[in-house]
């Protein structure tokens, strides 16, 4: 692989043009030849953007050979529910598997199926795991500081662009609990927006979205607080400043 189809393939990774990505591999990018260390699936997985197109970039890449060897896996990536269920009915403890992926949000350490569609916001095949007997309050992994045993609607509740809010409605329906308490999380490990939260709920670590290093609306970010409170029984206070007045350089919020 030339260096120059290697690099202008992470660049499109960013955009999810699946027009780009398949013209680079009709000229030749291997779908498994490393990148700096990763390959391109791998790529596709690490990287920012969360879009309807994620699947089909994925698809691009495993239409032309790409490897992602668990089929429950790589039908969760695809957001192909009938084929998630086909894996999940051929492998009964596929529902239960564990999964360490890395991206630059919340941490998949220990993660099951249903944390990643929640992360990717694979709507179809969150549902159709939840269908197969996937546990919505199902714990990921915890590291030696004790942060993280976080439950797949925490990858859900303040996403890019706020894709992955239909999957967190997904997770809701589902009987998802919206005030289980974790003792923290690292978001975005090993990148520079790398944050550590602590004492979280999905409720309290979705109004993180309002920190400036998530770049998240918050008009986003107050809909979906308001829909975990709701789910919770609780509450909910009008919403008189959103956004920010202040911060939108007003002196209150019906200027």
């Known amino acids: 692989m030339t260096l120059d189809l290697g690099e202008a393939f992470v ?22 030849e490393p990148i700096r260390g990763r390959t391109p699936v791998e790529w596709m997985i690490e990287m920012y953007a969360r879009s309807p197109r994620f699947p089909e970039c994925v698809r691009a890449l495993v239409g032309a050979g790409g490897e992602i060897r668990d089929p429950a896996l790589r039908a969760v990536l695809l957001d192909d529910a009938p084929t998630v269920k086909a894996a999940l009915r051929a492998d009964r403890t596929a529902v239960r598997r564990k999964f360490s992926l890395v991206t630059t949000y919340v941490h998949l350490a220990e993660a099951s199926l249903l944390h990643i569609a929640a992360e990717f916001g694979t709507a179809n095949s969150a549902r159709a795991l939840i269908e197969e007997g996937a546990d919505p309050d199902a714990r990921a992994g915890v590291d030696e500081y004790g942060l993280g045993g976080q439950t797949p609607i925490f990858h859900a509740v303040c996403s890019n662009l706020d894709h992955c809010a239909k999957t967190m409605h997904v997770l809701i329906e589902a009987g998802a609990r919206t005030d289980v308490r974790i003792d923290g999380l690292r978001w975005g490990v090993g990148f520079p927006w790398e944050t550590t939260l602590y004492d979280l709920t999905p409720i309290s670590f979705a109004q993180c979205g309002l920190l400036p290093q998530f770049h998240r609306e918050p008009e986003d970010i107050a809909a979906n607080v308001e829909a975990l409170l709701v789910a919770a029984g609780r509450s909910v206070a009008p919403r008189v400043n959103v956004p920010n007045a202040y911060l939108a350089g007003k002196t209150a919020p019906d200027d």
């Open 11 to 32: 660049g499109w990774t960013e955009t999810h043009d699946v027009g780009e990505i398949q013209g680079l591999l009709a000229a030749g990018l291997d779908p498994n």
